[in-house]
T-cell receptor, first 111, second 113 residues
Framework: EDQVTQSPEALRLQEGESSSLNCSYT??????LFWYRQDPGKGPEFLFT???AGEEKEKERLKATLTKKESFLHITAPKPEDSATYLCAVQLAYGNNRLAFGKGNQVVVIP | ETGVTQSPTHLIKTRGQQVTLRCSSQ?????VSWYQQALGQGPQFIFQ???????GRGNFPPRFSGLQFPNYSSELNVNALELDDSALYLC????????????FGSGTQLSVL
């Protein structure tokens, strides 16, 4: 069974304290791995897509990496506005673009 | 370019009732997918609509049904509401059924009492 697991479930960081979020997956036929940011009461906002092991992508204080079994989202010197839930999702090599999401990493950055 | 819009934003229903949620896709997008997100969980795929036909379905019972219209907008209908149907319902549009980039709306928060 295809599975996506994110850890830790919740994380409190001091402003400027760098950390990493983990997404491990067991799927057959991975087409892509996605990271989204979700604010309370809002829909997920696209951050990154990674397609193959060794790939890395960056956006401001965020950097996503991918291996054959897991992905990391590194948050460097976070600011309070980085507080959100970060969702990892895998897209499978099926006939549509359905995403299988993990439960998310809830991040709170304290000033 | 308008984004994905959903209506209503909030809805309260009682058990056994029926509900219809609406979604307008982003300009240039012909495919709509619906997701259910329970509190503290990640979104779960309900189904996808492309060319006014269902194109893939997740593990949801038949009382969850949908429609897509010629202008690519979509409806999600849920019959015989249950308490566990309380969730945020998200609509996502894309340029095609296999296009990897999905754009999500802000969702409809449904509460079933």
């Amino acid at each position: 069974e295809d599975q996506v697991t994110q850890s830790p479930e919740a994380l409190r960081l001091q402003e400027g304290e760098s950390s990493s979020l983990n997404c491990s997956y067991t799927v057959s036929g991975l087409r892509g791995l996605f990271w989204y940011r979700q604010d309370p009461g809002k829909g997920p906002e696209f951050l990154f897509t990674l397609y193959s092991a060794g790939e890395e992508k960056e956006k401001e204080r965020l950097k996503a990496t991918l291996t054959k079994k897991e992905s990391f989202l590194h948050i460097t010197a976070p600011k309070p506005e980085d507080s959100a839930t970060y969702l990892c999702a895998v897209q499978l090599a099926y006939g549509n673009n359905r995403l299988a999401f993990g439960k998310g990493n809830q991040v709170v950055v304290i000033p | 370019e308008t984004g994905v819009t959903q209506s209503p934003t909030h809805l309260i229903k009682t058990r056994g009732q029926q509900v219809t949620l609406r979604c307008s896709s982003q300009s240039g997008h012909n495919t709509v997918s619906w997701y259910q997100q329970a509190l503290g969980q990640g979104p779960q795929f309900i189904f996808q609509y492309y060319r006014e036909e269902e194109n893939g379905r997740g593990n949801f019972p038949p009382r969850f049904s949908g429609l897509q219209f010629p202008n690519y907008s979509s409806e999600l209908n849920v019959n015989a509401l249950e308490l566990d149907d309380s969730a945020l319902y998200l609509c996502a549009s894309s340029r095609g059924p296999t296009n990897e980039k999905l754009f999500f709306g802000s969702g409809t928060q449904l509460s079933v009492l």
